[in-house]
């Protein structure tokens, strides 16, 4: 019998594993078919995650468990739990019930009857989510599929039902800045998208709001593009063409009419302005330089504290 590995990373989700657990229970019982294993991961949280991982273990065998030594966040533990997965199919899903359980069963059919190599899940609406939110993600995945030539649908979610060689495609990329949606489109693979309705947590608070989303956005776009090297350096030639232009312009005012240069309070708006923008460029390359330098370092991705 063919084995599905469900890998689910927590992060304070004291509240909601035992109802993801008591939910997902109910589809697997109506696929004899499959062998599953939980492979539960949890995150450094700050609350009783880990001993509910504990008690879930204890009374069902099928129940695994990998232990952080810290908050690594949730791109390395998705990597751990796929890295501890057994299966020949490997999902992962998020414990909050977000990711509807009951679409497993169509998943596992469009991966082993309908020819793809893996069932992805989006969203079709953004129900319950603030306005601006939901324009600036939108916003993300049209920028980013311009700028890193990947795959990368709008309201494309983490869980995903896949063949183990596409999940052994994913480890084989062992960096450290990890971004798993852009990893997912780069590796490739025949995807089938399943649609659903956005669905609120069942318990417990989001861990993420828009500045944590605005930072997870960026280090996204440096990990699969290097198109904000480009932006930087084409607006820097643009505004060296406009300064020699303006030269041009202030010195044959002079000479012509022989007007003094005045304007000392514009002269001091375009200086600022100019230094901004250099700091601006000089952020961008930061950034790139600061991956580098955290890539280079060969630091793990996690530290396993205890497992079963």
């Not at 793809?116 to 599929?145: H, L």
């Not at 000479?255 to 952020?283: E, R, Y």
Request: aromatic share 14%; proline share 4%.
């Amino acid at each position: 019998m063919e084995k599905c590995s469900l890998v689910v990373p927590c992060y304070n989700e004291e509240e909601a594993l035992p109802l993801f657990y008591e939910e997902t229970e109910k589809i697997i019982q109506t696929m004899p078919y499959l062998e599953f294993e939980y492979v539960f991961v949890n995150d450094g949280s700050s609350d009783k995650t880990a001993q509910v991982m504990k008690d879930l273990a204890e009374k069902d065998k099928k129940v695994h468990y990998v232990l952080f030594s810290r908050n690594f966040g949730k791109e390395a533990a998705m990597y751990a739990g796929m890295k501890e997965a057994t299966g020949d199919y490997v999902v992962i899903m998020d414990a909050d019930l977000q990711d509807p359980p009951e679409l497993l069963p169509d998943m596992y059919k469009a991966v082993t009857e309908e020819g793809f190599d893996c069932a992805a899940t989006r969203r079709v609406d953004r129900k319950g989510e603030p306005v601006i939110r939901s324009f600036f993600a939108r916003m993300f995945y049209r920028i980013m599929n311009k700028m890193a030539k990947i795959d990368m649908v709008d309201g494309a979610r983490d869980y995903r039902f896949m063949k183990r060689v596409m999940v052994d495609a994913i480890l084989s990329m062992e960096e450290y800045n990890r971004f798993s949606k852009g990893i997912f489109g780069w590796v490739g693979f025949d995807t089938k998208w399943i649609p659903f309705e956005n669905r609120q947590r069942v318990a417990g608070k989001t861990k993420w709001n828009f500045f944590s989303l605005f930072k997870y956005s960026l280090e996204g776009m440096v990990a699969f593009s290097t198109a904000p090297l480009v932006w930087a350096s084409i607006i820097g030639l643009l505004f060296c063409f406009i300064a020699f232009v303006a030269v041009c312009v202030l010195v044959v005012r002079a000479i012509v009419f022989g007007d003094p240069v005045a304007g000392w309070p514009s002269l001091a708006c375009m200086i600022t302005f100019f230094a901004g923008l250099q700091l601006f460029c000089s952020g961008i390359i930061g950034m790139y330089m600061a991956k580098s330098y955290l890539e280079l370092k060969g630091r793990p991705i996690y530290i396993v504290k205890e497992k079963k």
